[in-house]
């Protein structure tokens, strides 16, 4: 395994940073916020404040809001979600301190949508047993959240932003962290500091169907692995049971909020049958891994390649105002409702696994921390709990930065130079090889690693994937396309070597012999 995806052997000019932040979706954005204001941040992305799962997140986020509900039951319900690997000191964590980060966004003017009486509106998902999820403009609490962040960061003076720059790798020395090298247009910049929070996301465009955006390929997650922090839980990949069903070759697909089941959606298959009854206590609101499978298992007695979503329980009325992006979205598809089912199908939509923390966001490797959908923290376990997800950015996101303002070490010095070298390679491989490996690793691990696998069928995958390796380990590599193929084939092989390593079925990792 190469230790650095950069291939370079000279004095650099350094950027000096307190703290460097990589990702602005919800975790990168709020961990900016709480970071001292005296201290000077980098905030480093490929894309822009628009392109993050956490944009694009619908259902909203889960916390303890009503006098109905309590911490017990909500710590309870995540702990069931994830099927007995959940870390039970997290859980407790994510749980008790959700209230008061939402009480955060509210005094931060994040647009929770309220009834008439001025009180926040209070949604279920599956798996909750209470309605606990609060959201924003219906079905837009993501969008709406990492706005409200984006706009509030752009102002603050100690935030300096990096759109359109590629995370390349990290630096480190014998104290642990002390910088990152990033790629702007045709010019590598080192960002020397000795606090790096990972925050980039998860990994779902290592598969064909996903709902994540184009960049999500784990390129955090890979750059913390070469730099030798442990992942763990990479196995653990979850598939959102209703995306909408597509016949062309989308690069994401839309997800129908698991919320649209909350608040009275059935599912059918094309006989009209409601297939979850009995299937599990909660129905159509059962975790996301047992309605998934039931889904693929009906298809496949079915012979059908989709599933449909029955909403006419609801009025047109109430549909349009309480999930207008879906409302929308259908209805530019042809898709009239209530009158008519939504065809929906599984694919994958999140990450339970990553770069392994502790509840403060500290990682093996001194000065490395990370949140989000790139962290193990531990509260989601072998299946995520609905609406866990943007919570977890917010808790752990906050606790690394406050773990950062009083414990903060620094690498300022006169010497705004620095030597980087790498091992040298003289193999420049076509275009056509990264284009043709893209392709190759969504196949192998959609066929072979999905949400129903065969030890055998997963053998078959790490083989293909280490045949791709072995040819990009010894090439040359410089652009941002090849780094993202490169990391990509890197993720990949992490999640089926832990696949072929957990032996029993549990949760999203589920084995059929």
Known sequence: MRRYLFSINEEMNVYDFDVVIIGSGVGGLYSALHIDSGLQVAV????????????????????????????????????????????PEAVKTLVEEGPENIKTLIDMKVPFDVNPEGDLQITREGGHRMRRIVHCGGDATGKETTIVLGNIALKKENLHFFFETFFVDILTDDDGICGVVVKVGDDYRVLRTRNVIIATGGLGQIYEKTSNPLGAVGDGIAAAYRASAVLEDMEMVQFHPTMLASDGKDSRLFLISEAVRGEGGILRNSRGEAFMAGKHELADLAPRDIVTRCILSDMKKTGDTNVFLDVSSMTTEFFSKRFPTIYEECLSKGIRLTEDLIPVVPAQHYFMGGIKTDRDGRTNIKGLFSCGEAARTGIHGANRLASNSLLECLVFGRRAARYINKNIVTSYTDNKKIILKSDYFDNRLPSEFFVNAEKRVKSLMSEYVGAI????????????????????????????????????????????????????????HYIVQ
């Open 44 to 87: 480093v992305t490929k894309a822009n404040l628009d392109e993050s799962n956490s944009y694009l997140a619908q259902g909203g986020i889960a916390a303890v809001m009503s006098p109905e509900d309590n911490y017990i039951n909500h710590i309870e319900d995540t702990l069931m979600a994830g099927a007995g690997l959940c870390d």
């Open 453 to 508: 696998r065969r030890s055998d069928e997963m053998q078959i995958a790490l083989e293909g994937i280490d045949q791709l390796l072995e040819i990009a380990d010894s090439a040359e590599l410089i652009l941002p396309y090849e780094f993202k193929i490169y990391n990509m084939m890197q993720v990949a092989k992490k999640v089926v070597e832990a696949a072929l390593a957990r032996r029993e079925c549990i949760g999203a």
